[in-house]
Structures are given as structure tokens and as C-alpha cells.
């Protein structure tokens, strides 16, 4: 065994054996905190009561679209110390399975020990680490995209609008995801992914019409008006606004415009650049697009940028431009930190409160402005 592989196979059971040492800890004092809200919900809901009126761990409110507890009910039928073993693995597995795809897609003759250093790469920054120690669904739904845009690229189209109503289903922002499949003029996966998506809540109306209506009727309006206060651990758009002393609805409006118009750039950009490495930059484009101009982007929700860093590291790893990697890791940096303490002196910095929003625009300027795919 070469010495490179040698290193590459230590850090990667370093970087596994790190988390798992730390998740262990945290389930030997306390629960998963989102988890036991999924796993409050499911259970009130089975037991007869609407979950969108309760209040569960540390008083935090399930805000999941209904069709989420159909594939949480499971779950919920045994104990919450084995849920959460169980979520945890699968979580795990979500991200390996990530990571296996668009290596398959963009390193399919890729050294197994260079797959193996960029996956510890993603296990030891935060966003990981906050997505696992919360219990929360951020890894099982980004896998459920990369596998709808993996079928995409094979042109099997029933499939990948099935996975991407799926994702929709546990959390509703992917399914914005569809502008994609518009551009691409792929209407049969758009009609699936939102067939899909209607379906898993229609359901409801038979289960617990009051937990329907009180989502698409409360919840998701408020969720979609909430005032943004500039908390230290959203990284979202409209919180750097708030930092900056910007609150109110013209800062929402100001935040529909990022979107809109950032993907109108994007329609301009790709619209004709229709090869497997303008479809991931496109792709993964996107979705950073979505993360960042959502009403609350929280540090766990950063790992939807995976796909945008492992589209910008392909290109760096043919091309090896030392500025482009400086750059990159620049973002990387600023996305995968964490301050410990939200009252540390330099958070009073609204910039530097907001790095993981700015590693997120750093990234995305950095794939935009590509002008030669690797070859």
C-alpha cells in the first residue's frame, strides 16, 4: 500500500471514528434534540393529536410538511434511544451514498483513496457535525437530490422525479428544485416530483385533515414570514440583513429578488450549457441559490453546498490552478466554521457572523464565473 493511500485510509477512520466517539457521548447524556421533535410528532399524531399544536423538546414546534411523518411513523413504533441509532446510521449512509454518486458521475476512474480523503473532508467540518448531533434530516434529503439528479443525468426520468418529490415530502424547499427541471425542460420529472409531493399530504386528508390544514394554512405562511432576528447560527440572506440593521418586509421582498434574479443568471448562463459538468454546476448552483435565500438558513442546512464543493474540486483537481484552490478553500473555511460562543467579540462583526453566508457566495461566484469545464 502506497504512503498516500496509507494516510488517506487513517484520516478517513479518524474523521468517522471522531464523530462516532462524539454522537456516542451525546447519546449516553442526552437525545438529539430535532430528533425528538420528528419523533414527538410522529408519535402525537399516531396517538390521535395534531402536531402542529404541540410544543417538544426545549419548546420547539414541528415545522415539517405532514407527508414527512408518513416516513417518520416508524420510527416513532419503538424506542427513541433505537430511533436514533437507527437515524444516525442512516444518516451516515446518506452521506457516503451522496459521495458515492457524484463520484460514480465525475471520478469514475478517481484513485479509492482520494474518495475516501473528501469524504473525512465532509465529515470534519460543522454543518456535518450540527446536522448529526441534532438529529436532524438534512443528510437523508440531500441524498434523495443527488439521486434524482444522478437519474437525471442517466435520462430515466420517473425515478428522479420520484426521489425529488420524496425530498419535497421531508422537507419542503427542494421542491424549488423544479426550476432546474423546467430550465432543462424535463416536464415529466416536475410533474412526478409534484404529483408525489401532493399525494404523500393528500393522504392527510384521510389521516388527520386538521394536521393538513393546520400546515398549509398556519404553519407554512408564518414559516414563510418570519421575522429574522440575526441569530448567529442562521447564515441565511436575510440574516445578514438583520445584522446589518436591516428588518421588515421590504428586506423579504429585497430576499425574493436574490433568488429570482440569481436565477434568472443562472437560466442565462446554463441555458445552452447542457454537458454533464455545466448540468452539476448548474445543478448544485441552485440549490446553494435555495439555502441561501431561505428564511432561516442554519448552520446544519449548509451541507445542501456538498454538491457545489465537490463540483468545485472536481475542476480543481484537472485543472490545479493554486489561486483557484486558495480561493476554494477560502469558502471552505468560512463555511465550516463555528464559533462556540454566539457573544465571542468578532460575531459582533455582521460580515463575520455571516461567513457561512459568505463561503456560500464566495463558492457560488467561484463555480459561476468557470470558463472551461475539465476535461
Do not use: C
Given at each position: 500500500m502506497k504512503k498516500i493511500e496509507f494516510l488517506s485510509l487513517l484520516i478517513f477512520f479518524l474523521a468517522l471514528g471522531q464523530?462516532?466517539?462524539?454522537?456516542?457521548?451525546?447519546?449516553?447524556?442526552?437525545?438529539?434534540?430535532?430528533?425528538?421533535?420528528?419523533?414527538?410528532?410522529?408519535?402525537?399524531?399516531?396517538?390521535?393529536?395534531?402536531?402542529?399544536?404541540?410544543?417538544?423538546?426545549?419548546?420547539?414546534?414541528?415545522n415539517y410538511p405532514p407527508s414527512a411523518l408518513l416516513f417518520l411513523f416508524p420510527f416513532a413504533m419503538t424506542s427513541l434511544k433505537m430511533a436514533q441509532i437507527v437515524w444516525l446510521v442512516l444518516s451516515f449512509l446518506s452521506l457516503l451514498a451522496t459521495g458515492w454518486i457524484?463520484?460514480?458521475?465525475?471520478?469514475?476512474?478517481?484513485?479509492?483513496?482520494?474518495?475516501?480523503?473528501?469524504?473525512?473532508?465532509?465529515?470534519?467540518?460543522?454543518?456535518?457535525?450540527?446536522?448529526?448531533?441534532?438529529?436532524?434530516?438534512?443528510?437523508?434529503?440531500?441524498?434523495?437530490?443527488?439521486?434524482s439528479f444522478f437519474f437525471y443525468l442517466k435520462k430515466k426520468e420517473t425515478p428522479s422525479g420520484l426521489l425529488l418529490g420524496l425530498a419535497a415530502a421531508l422537507k419542503i424547499s427542494p421542491i424549488l428544485l423544479t426550476i432546474f427541471f423546467l430550465?432543462?425542460?424535463?416536464?415529466?420529472?416536475?410533474?412526478?416530483?409534484?404529483?408525489?409531493?401532493?399525494?404523500?399530504?393528500?393522504?392527510?386528508?384521510?389521516?388527520?385533515?386538521?394536521?393538513?390544514?393546520?400546515?398549509?394554512k398556519t404553519v407554512l405562511p408564518n414559516l414563510l414570514q418570519a421575522a429574522n432576528q440575526g441569530y448567529y447560527y442562521d447564515q441565511s440572506f436575510l440574516s445578514l440583513m438583520a445584522r446589518l440593521g436591516g428588518t421588515g418586509e421590504i428586506w423579504q421582498i429585497l430576499n425574493l429578488f436574490f433568488l429570482v434574479g440569481g436565477t434568472?443568471?443562472?437560466?442565462?448562463?446554463?441555458?445552452r450549457l447542457k454537458d454533464s459538468f455545466s448540468e452539476?454546476?448548474?445543478?448544485?448552483?441552485?440549490?446553494?441559490?435555495i439555502v441561501m435565500t431561505n428564511a432561516f438558513a442554519w448552520q446544519h442546512h449548509l451541507v445542501f453546498l456538498f454538491p457545489a464543493f465537490l463540483c468545485a474540486t472536481?475542476?480543481?483537481?484537472?485543472?490545479?490552478?493554486?489561486?483557484?484552490?486558495?480561493?476554494?478553500?477560502?469558502?471552505?473555511?468560512?463555511?465550516?466554521?463555528?464559533?462556540?460562543?454566539?457573544?465571542?467579540?468578532?460575531?459582533?462583526?455582521?460580515?463575520?457572523?455571516?461567513?457561512?453566508?459568505?463561503?456560500?457566495?464566495?463558492?457560488?461566484?467561484?463555480?459561476?464565473?468557470?470558463?472551461?469545464?475539465?476535461?
Open positions: 464523530i462516532i466517539l462524539g454522537l456516542s457521548k451525546v447519546l449516553l447524556q442526552t437525545n438529539l434534540i430535532d430528533f425528538r421533535v420528528y419523533y414527538g410528532a410522529a408519535r402525537d399524531l399516531l396517538e390521535g393529536a395534531n402536531p402542529y399544536q404541540q410544543l417538544y423538546s426545549e419548546n420547539i414546534p414541528f457524484f463520484f460514480k458521475l465525475y471520478l469514475p476512474k478517481g484513485e479509492w483513496w482520494l474518495k475516501l480523503l473528501l469524504i473525512a473532508v465532509l465529515f470534519q467540518n460543522f454543518p456535518t457535525k450540527f446536522t448529526l448531533v441534532m438529529g436532524q434530516v438534512n443528510l437523508l434529503v440531500l441524498f434523495l437530490i443527488s439521486a430550465a432543462r425542460r424535463k416536464f415529466r420529472i416536475v410533474a412526478i416530483a409534484l404529483i408525489t409531493f401532493i399525494v404523500s399530504n393528500l393522504i392527510f386528508l384521510f389521516l388527520s385533515p386538521d394536521t393538513l390544514f393546520s400546515y398549509f434568472g443568471l443562472l437560466l442565462v448562463k446554463f441555458g452539476l454546476r448548474f445543478f448544485s448552483l441552485s440549490l446553494s441559490l472536481f475542476y480543481l483537481l484537472k485543472k490545479k490552478e493554486f489561486l483557484y484552490g486558495l480561493i476554494l478553500a477560502t469558502a471552505a473555511l468560512l463555511v465550516g466554521l463555528h464559533f462556540r460562543e454566539p457573544s465571542h467579540p468578532l460575531l459582533a462583526n455582521p460580515i463575520i457572523a455571516s461567513h457561512g453566508f459568505i463561503g456560500a457566495l464566495i463558492l457560488g461566484s467561484l463555480i459561476y464565473r468557470l470558463q472551461d469545464k475539465p476535461k
